[in-house]
């Protein structure tokens, strides 16, 4: 079974990255603009100077993502590694189906302002999907009422249009507690008694990590965990069966829709990836060598 | 236009809110400030939807004779307490809310976060079995950071201190730059992508 249609590693298309001399020229500008000490100390204006490098970075960003979703857009070839964690989702959700028992879901424990609540309702999105599809039983114990709401809207808008409306419950998504260690309760018990067959928690976790997790864990439940929090992924890690690492949350949404353009924003996300290493990189070698340690230090810092 | 509308507004609220970061003057700062007053009256009110919810689930509980009704009966006699002791008495020192939050609930939480330490040796358990060489390498590093990390570390041998710091100052922390430069990045690409209206699972749109 698989969700989109999309195959674990296949290669969408040739693996070539494109040459773009000029975006390499926008940052190396700004670095110049940026670290010029008049322009940096300048307080007036509609425009905080003192952000120009953080915005030359988005700039930058947004160019290489729009870029690559053109790409994408009129047919290039993209290849995807491969991501175990991803990939078994649909193991996951397929086992449960099998099973008869329900896919526990948790969207991390963060609110609705944290980027990785929304990462992991747009993975809810793709679960709801596939669980609508095979009438399996989803349970999405949610810990702030607003993650609620648009968990609802989410199960809700994937359950509709596979056409098992009726199939949704109150209990399918369900604001359990405004504290952490009294939802860790709840959804610990929950579990232990409706045993569920797959547990996915993708969001940003506290504390609470642990103590859901290793429940999961007695329940035989096979586990997939996937958080932006350095802290918690060791939890994670001793406790799922697989894990997924930082920006590897962020890309999951776009790896199990197999989109085009989804896919596209991910390359362009690499590409900035190489471009931020070369720039440490240089960096390093300057500032061990003493060369113009507060030009980089001016360069890289955040105000 | 129902599917359009929150794409639009995700748009408008993103651009608002990278405009407010790297502008500066009255208008943007009011109007960023107007727009994190609004997230939070909205929260507020979200808030009485949780409360609903709970309690159509639980009545419901009730009201089929569901098997583990019984916990739906005392969590909300629990909420309808401490809810309504809120409301009637206040919420300050000395009141009834507070008496129920500092010698029932509050204890509840430290049984829950104390349970922790034996889930966090289950789990180290389970991580530390050598089963091959990269576990081996888990393993003995484990031992010097926590053999490293109390009194007696030193007298067994003087340098594990030592040997300790490093672990957690060199590798340790290179490893976590790394994770936290890539979550940087997908965060950002993540929240591009919404804005543009490129990403909309999260709408249970595209699955």
């Known amino acids: 079974m698989t969700i989109g249609g999309h195959k674990p590693g296949r290669t969408l298309a040739r693996t070539r990255y494109p040459r773009i001399p000029r975006l390499w020229l926008i940052p190396i500008c700004a670095a110049v603009l940026t670290a010029t000490p008049a322009w940096a100390q300048e307080p007036s204006g509609v425009f905080r100077m003192e952000r120009l490098n953080a915005l030359v970075l988005v700039v930058v960003f947004t160019l290489a993502i729009l870029w690559f979703l053109r790409r994408a857009v009129k047919g290039a070839k993209l290849y995807v590694r491969p991501l175990p964690g991803v990939s078994a989702v649909d193991e996951a959700v397929g086992r449960a189906t099998e099973m008869g028992r329900p896919v526990v879901f948790i969207p991390g424990t963060g609110d609705l302002d944290e980027i990785q609540t929304i990462a992991g309702l747009s993975v809810l999105g793709r679960v709801a999907h596939v669980t609508a599809r095979y009438t399996t039983p989803l349970r999405v114990p949610v810990l702030y009422p607003l993650p609620m709401a648009a968990a609802k809207e989410t199960v809700r808008e994937a359950y509709i249009d596979e056409g098992m409306a009726d199939h949704l419950t109150p209990e399918t998504v369900q604001y359990v507690a405004g504290e952490s260690f009294s939802y860790s309760a709840r959804v610990g018990g929950m579990m232990i008694r409706e045993k569920p067959a797959a547990a996915i928690y993708m969001g940003q976790f506290r504390a609470e990590s642990l103590l859901i997790a290793e429940v999961g864990q007695s329940t035989g439940a096979i586990q997939i965990a996937g958080t932006a929090e350095p802290d918690q992924l060791p939890f994670f890690i001793a406790a799922c069966d697989y894990t997924l690492i930082g920006e590897e949350l962020y890309a999951a949404s776009a790896y199990l829709s197999g989109e085009p353009r989804l896919l596209g924003s991910l390359k362009g996300q690499d590409l900035m990836k190489v471009l931020i290493a070369l720039v440490v990189l240089v960096g390093v070698i300057f500032v061990t060598l003493g060369y113009g340690t507060e030009w980089w230090e001016a360069l890289l810092q955040a105000q | ?207």
């Open chain 2, 1 to 207: 236009m129902k599917s359009r509308l929150p794409v639009i507004v995700a748009f408008l609220a993103g651009v608002l809110m990278i405009v407010a970061f790297f502008g500066r003057g009255a208008v943007v700062d009011r109007v960023a400030e107007e727009a994190l007053a609004w997230q939070t009256i909205v929260a507020g009110f979200a808030l009485l939807l949780g409360v609903g919810s709970i309690v159509r689930v639980h009545w419901h509980r009730l009201a089929t004779g569901h098997p583990d009704r019984i916990y739906s009966l005392v969590l909300l006699i629990c909420l309808t307490v401490m809810g309504g002791s809120g409301v009637l008495f206040g919420i300050g020192s000395g009141t009834l809310f507070d008496s129920l939050f500092e010698r029932i609930q509050a204890p509840m939480m430290s049984t829950m976060f104390s349970v922790l330490a034996f889930f966090i040796a289950s789990a180290a358990y389970r991580a530390f079995r050598a089963r091959n060489v990269l576990s081996a390498i888990l393993l003995l590093t484990a031992v010097i950071v926590m053999l490293g990390r109390i009194p007696m570390g030193q007298y067994i041998y003087h340098a594990l201190p030592d040997w300790a710091n490093w672990i957690m100052m060199v590798p340790s922390v290179a490893v976590q730059r790394g994770i936290i430069i890539g979550a940087a990045l997908g965060a950002a690409s993540m929240a591009l992508r919404v804005i543009l209206g490129i990403e909309r699972t999260y709408l249970g749109q595209g699955g």
